[in-house]
């Protein structure tokens, strides 16, 4: 099976051009790695990018990569049109059996669905439901993202929904649904978990970009609470934070006084293998967003045997149930979030063993790539 995955290399969204080797998301990056290790399935990755830049011919012996060169007019202000007539273009010299587009944040899923071969998509983040909730005004890049991912949704044969809360908003846009959460990258299950618990002061780890969405500022202001009760803990923000942003800014206002008072810092961007040690010295996650598609942070932090403290909004809820320790709490209860955390830490916040298995065996980047394939089959079997 020849399979053609359009998605975004990290090189572009970051302007790193000179950079020789492409980057993912977590949730495609960890895909790769599964179908890495299926010899039997071809893989072509096709980026489009604003920059030509030199890149390697193979990402792995049955996954070849094709970098798109796009001038900007392709983009967003024209529909992306100049996106889809490269990715055409590259299509009909691979020839796939079949095209995944991999979100419709940009331009990759409206390119699958109008590729001209059998095509699927898979649903990273809800454009049109976050559009909704933060109320985008008309012409926004989230205004016109919800428009295309409808316009995409009824195009394709089916979407790849991460979470029930995805799958509710999305069945009734599009011909089929198939229930596929985002797999975890494989170095979170290869690394060796440390022999002993970390020690010393109570440390909650939260990751992911500065935003509203995620909420690291009232975060901050639940930590301000929990410290003036006397108790020790840090919590570590990691993830991009841009000065510029008004919400960004409020974060690193209160974040000096958080570390003044030494129970807050933030840690800046970190690799793979970085994010994993922090979990590794930590003894629980903190992941309280107002909206979530999945939430693959929360389980990689699991596969970690941390303790979570959540919000009870999408994908958290698929990926906690039945995992011992998890608590979740409703998106506005702050009360209920800060006297929890208050009672963990006061008795000697443990972690959440056992939880890592349960990660695996639902997570692995080979379970879910094999469960791709199956799909892949169904949508060809179904046009024949």
């Known amino acids: ?27 495609p ?12 399935v071809q893989i072509h990755v096709l980026s489009c990018v604003q920059a030509p830049m030199q890149s390697p011919e193979k990402l792995a012996p049955n996954v070849w990569f094709h970098g798109l060169y796009v001038k900007k007019f392709g983009w967003l202000r024209t529909g992306y049109q100049g996106c889809i007539r490269a990715v055409r273009k590259e299509l009909r010299k691979i020839r796939p059996d079949v095209v995944h587009g991999q979100g419709t944040e940009r331009d990759c899923a409206i390119s699958a669905a109008l ?18 909730l933060f109320n985008h005004p008309r012409w926004s890049y989230w205004w016109f993202a919800a428009r295309f991912e ?26 089929k649904t198939w229930r596929v959460p985002n797999p975890i990258r494989e170095l979170f299950f290869s690394t060796p978990r440390p ?6 002061k109570c440390i909650l780890i939260n ?14 202001d639940a930590a301000k609470k929990l410290h003036e009760m006397g108790l020790q ?23 000096k006084e958080a570390e003044a008072g030494g129970y807050a810092r933030h840690l800046g961007m970190k690799s793979t293998t970085e994010i994993i040690q922090c979990l590794d010295e930590a003894h629980g996650l903190l992941h309280f967003p107002t909206e979530e598609a999945f939430g693959l942070v929360v389980a990689e932090a699991l596969a970690r045997d941390l303790k979570l403290f959540g919000a009870r909004v999408g994908g958290i809820v698929d990926i906690s149930s039945n995992v011992n320790g998890v608590e979740l709490f409703a998106v506005d209860d702050w009360e209920g979030l800060t006297q929890s955390i208050a009672s963990w830490i006061r008795s000697g916040h443990p972690r959440s063993p056992g939880a890592a298995a349960q990660m695996g065996q639902r997570y692995h980047p080979g379970v879910i790539a094999r469960r791709h394939v199956e799909i892949y089959r169904e949508v060809l079997a179904s046009r024949s």
């Open 29 to 40: 990056e960890a895909l790769l790695q599964g179908f890495a290790t299926m010899p039997d």
């Open 233 to 255: 803990f840090e919590i570590r923000f990691i993830g991009l934070v841009t000065p510029e942003y008004e919400y960004d800014s409020r974060f690193l206002e209160k974040l």
């Open 207 to 220: 990751i992911g970009v500065i935003n509203p969405r995620k909420r690291q500022v009232e975060l901050l």
């Open 150 to 175: 409808d316009f995409t949704l009824r195009r394709t044969a089916g979407v790849f929904c991460n979470s029930e809360y995805t799958e509710n908003l999305v069945r009734s846009r599009t011909p």
């Open 115 to 132: 590729s001209g071969y059998p095509n699927v998509v898979t649903i990273h983040g809800n454009m049109a439901e976050i559009a909704r």
């Open 1 to 27: 099976m020849r399979v053609a995955i359009l998605t975004t290399d990290n090189r572009e969204n970051y302007r790193r051009y000179s950079e020789a080797v492409p980057g993912f998301g977590t949730a």
């Open 195 to 200: 022999s002993h618990v970390p020690g010393g």
